[in-house]
């Protein structure tokens, strides 16, 4: 299994232009969540999908959109990219029905500089 | 409000000292608290998890983190540190709902 995958691995962008970061799991997970990645700041969680056709805001969903496109996949698109959405974004899936005790697995990551 | 704080942003230790990483929780209700490891340019790896049961939880790579419900801590420790400790720390809690909730990371530098 890959398990959690992530593309692209690395992205410049400059102010205004959009793109779509993508994510895949082989996991059969149900859960599938993106956050961002900066110094100082943690992990915060930017939207969740609990199942395949649901999504749900997280701590910072504004200049974000999400696709649960299917259960493998869930992408990430910026419409409008700004210099403050600079960061390292990790995609992560979580099985569902095991209850609170199942944690989450994380893929590589994408570095996204904004210019 | 759901929240973790990590007090410390860095740790040093000295290869075969034991080691401890700090972490604080606010919760309503139960909590459910996990560490995680990064290593550079990677993603988060599972290490321990705490749900119920004993307060001392043994993980990956002989961690093992202590759940202290009186001081709201859940702090992860080693007896032996190796320079391939070496690396980014985060603990996370789930209450109730799908989201987790991370601290801002305590890096650990082990001094060979």
């Known amino acids: 299994n890959a398990g959690v995958t992530q593309t692209p691995k690395f992205q410049v962008l400059k102010t205004g232009q959009s793109m779509t970061l993508q994510c895949a799991q082989d996991m059969n997970h149900n859960s599938m969540y993106w956050y961002r990645q900066d110094p100082g700041m943690g992990l915060r969680l930017i939207y969740y999908s609990a199942s395949e056709g649901t999504t749900d805001k997280g701590e910072v969903p504004n200049g974000y959109n999400v696709s649960r496109l299917n259960k493998r996949e869930f992408s990430l698109r910026l419409e409008s990219a700004a210099p403050s959405q600079t960061s390292v974004y990790f995609c992560?899936?979580?099985?569902?029905?095991?209850?609170?005790?199942?944690?989450?697995?994380f893929g590589p990551g994408t570095r996204l500089l904004v210019l | 409000a759901q929240s973790v704080a990590q007090p410390e942003d860095q740790v040093n230790v000295a290869e075969g000292n034991p080691l401890t990483v700090k972490c604080t929780y606010s919760?309503?209700?139960?909590?459910?608290l996990f560490w995680y490891v990064q290593y550079p340019n990677r993603g988060l790896q599972f290490l321990l998890k705490y749900i119920t049961g004993d307060n001392l939880v043994k993980g990956s790579y002989g961690f093992e983190a202590e759940f202290n419900k009186s001081q709201t801590s859940f702090h992860l420790k080693k007896p032996s540190a190796l320079v391939s400790d070496s690396a980014l720390y985060f603990c996370?809690?789930?209450?109730?709902?799908?989201?987790?909730?991370f601290g801002t990371g305590t890096s650990l530098t082990v001094i060979p």
């Open positions: 996370a809690v789930r209450a109730t709902g799908n989201q987790f909730y």
């Open positions: 919760v309503s209700g139960n909590p459910y």
């Open positions: 992560a899936s979580r099985p569902h029905g095991g209850g609170y005790q199942e944690t989450q697995y």
